[in-house]
């Protein structure tokens, strides 16, 4: 018992080219987009200015780090789930809808336990916790399954709520949207064959990355080293958003090769003749929501009209209120 224990703290090996702690993080590429900005407010003025959130009113409810999304805010957050949702469908994704509420076990499988287990949120007297990621339901639900070749890969999509309790995160740089203990994500997850699992990273991270481009919002993308990476990933791409009136960069994915570690823990298999095998998962946001609603915020603001400009991509799914763009 005290051997499995430690053994379950024990983190996932990193892959071989990740860079060392000694080189650090690596920018591995980036995308610029021009856009005439004609104001100098951040993120949060125009959050409060256009009043697409209620921050009494959260407070009022549940305290500090939640966020209550009004009129326009909330048309603005369904819009961009189920622009990302159709997006991420047409790439080939299966779209998921999941409980909120996952066992202990669940937790486990993808890395969550027990680790992090205090960033987590219980429900009292009860076997349930409340989902910090769509990951953990996507990976769970081939747990304990015995896959066939041809079913693979398999390509996973699913909008949730996450909850965190995120008990280190407090200042200024975690003020308002940025870090919440209820936040917005839509989730990639890829279960693939180990030999494909690179390449299948490489396809993830463009997924992620098409829905910047289609709102043109300028990023970067960052190859983390060793000791940034999380507790199951072998490698991790972080992609951040450049926030122009703000001048910093804010993370809003993270794609990671878990290689076989969730496999392992969750009991996925594959059948090859008479053989079986782990397969190799993957997970990445596409995207953080809340956060993409802040880049948003500064790069399409229109001062003269008080309103945000609606990009074209996501016009379709937003056709009132605010202006569009015609192209």
């Given amino acids: 018992f005290e051997l499995k224990k430690l053994t379950n703290q024990l983190p996932n090996l990193p892959a071989l080219d990740t860079p060392t702690n000694e080189e650090g993080n690596q920018v591995i590429d980036s995308t610029e987009y021009q856009h005439t900005i004609q104001h100098n407010l951040t993120h949060e003025t125009i959050l409060k200015k256009l009043k697409l959130i209620d ?6 409810l549940s305290g500090s780090k939640f966020a209550v999304y009004q009129d326009f805010g909330s048309q603005l957050l369904h819009a961009l789930i189920n622009f990302m949702r159709a997006e991420n469908s047409k790439r080939g994704y ?54 066939t070749e041809e079913e693979l890969p398999l390509n996973l999509c699913a909008y949730s709520p996450c909850f965190r309790a995120e008990r280190m995160a407090a200042g200024q740089e975690n003020k308002g949207l940025i870090r919440l203990h209820q936040f917005h994500k839509v989730e990639l997850v890829k279960i693939v064959k180990p030999e494909h699992s690179y390449a299948e990273l490489e396809k993830l991270l463009t997924d992620a990355r098409n829905i910047l481009h289609l709102l043109k919002i300028p990023h970067r993308v960052i190859e983390l080293c060793c000791s940034e990476l999380g507790f199951t990933a072998a490698k991790t791409y972080d992609i951040e958003v450049w926030l122009p009136t703000s001048q910093k960069w804010l993370e809003i994915s993270s794609c990671s090769n878990c290689e076989d570690f ?11 003749e008479n053989q079986k095998y782990y397969p190799h998962t993957l ?22 009209a008080d309103c945000l400009i609606i990009p074209y991509a996501l016009k379709k799914y937003l056709n009132f209120q605010s202006r569009s763009q015609d192209s």
């Fill in 262 to 272: 969730q496999s392992r823990r969750s009991q996925i298999r594959v059948r090859k």
């Fill in 283 to 304: 997970n990445g946001s596409a995207l953080a929501i809340d956060r993409l609603i802040l880049a948003l915020c500064e790069y399409y603001y229109d001062k003269k």
């Fill in 94 to 147: 299966r779209l998921f809808d999941t409980p909120y509420l996952v066992k202990a076990h669940n937790l486990y499988n993808t890395g969550q336990f027990h680790k992090f287990q205090d960033n987590l949120y219980k429900l009292e007297e009860s076997e349930f916790y409340l989902l910090p990621t769509a990951e953990v339901s996507l990976v769970n639900l081939y747990q304990s399954q015995i896959l």
């Fill in 55 to 60: 921050e009494e009113k959260s407070i009022l």
